[in-house]
């Protein structure tokens, strides 16, 4: 069974500091990796997704995750965060292949961007 | 195209009663997923829908649980017999075909069993 592990429940950090989410997944199989983004009072929302191919993927608000297999990494980072990067953010894995595309989460970490 | 809609946003009810939560996917989209949230977790897997069929139901979906998708429309999530461990945000998301695209996720219900 495919398990996700997000190490660090709370995240707090100073606006344009680096930041770096980690997570690690565990699977028997070759997955489907994802990350989530959960603002205050709204639903989750699809940040960057990797599914083959290069191995850096990119988001269009400037994070980014690299999938690491011999390390079964998959950690989000962005290198200069905003206040409205403030959230939720949940790492996700699905079975490589599988029908049923059910997405098993990651416990989340919390971001909080101070000024 | 609205996205997912999910009605209602909150739902308070006494332990006992039956509540019923309503889910509304992106037309287009075929697949239709329920999950549940609780405090300080990450969404768990309940159920999920390909059109008006329901494929597969986790453990997590005790007997007092049923989805529908009638039509392969909407779909609704009935809790009978409310227990305060049922106390969760629920969570609807839907997709074209197969997840691993990305799912687009509703609001949520958040249900309070007092």
């Known amino acids: 069974a495919q398990s996700v592990t997000q190490l660090d429940s709370q995240v707090p950090v100073f606006e344009e500091a680096p930041v770096e989410l980690r997570c690690n997944y565990s699977?028997?199989?070759?997955?489907?990796l994802f990350w989530y983004v959960q603002y205050p009072n709204q639903g989750l929302q699809l940040l960057l997704k990797y599914l083959s191919g290069s191995t850096l993927v990119e988001s269009i608000n400037g994070f980014e995750a690299e999938f690491n297999k011999s390390q079964t990494s998959f950690h989000l980072r962005k290198p200069s965060v905003h206040i409205s990067d403030t959230a939720e953010y949940f790492c996700a894995v699905t079975l490589r292949g599988g029908s049923q595309g059910n997405l098993i989460f990651g416990k989340g970490t919390k971001l909080s961007v101070k000024p | 195209d609205t996205g997912v809609s999910q009605d209602p946003r909150h739902k308070i009810t006494k332990r006992g009663q039956n509540v019923t939560f309503r889910c509304d996917p992106i037309?287009?989209?075929?697949?239709l997923y329920w999950y549940r949230q609780t405090l300080g977790q990450g969404p768990e897997f309940l159920t999920y829908?390909?059109?008006?069929?329901?494929?597969?139901k986790s453990r997590l979906l005790s007997d007092r649980f049923s989805a529908e998708r009638p039509k392969g429309s909407f779909s609704t999530l009935e809790i009978q017999r409310t227990e305060q461990g049922d106390s969760a945000m629920y969570l609807c998301?839907?997709?074209?075909?197969?997840?691993?695209?990305?799912?687009?996720f509703g609001s949520g219900t958040r249900l309070t069993v007092v």
């Open positions: 998301a839907s997709s074209r075909d197969r997840g691993w695209y990305g799912y687009t």
């Open positions: 699977s028997s199989v070759s997955v489907y």
């Open positions: 037309s287009e989209h075929n697949r």
């Open positions: 829908f390909q059109n008006e069929a329901q494929l597969e």
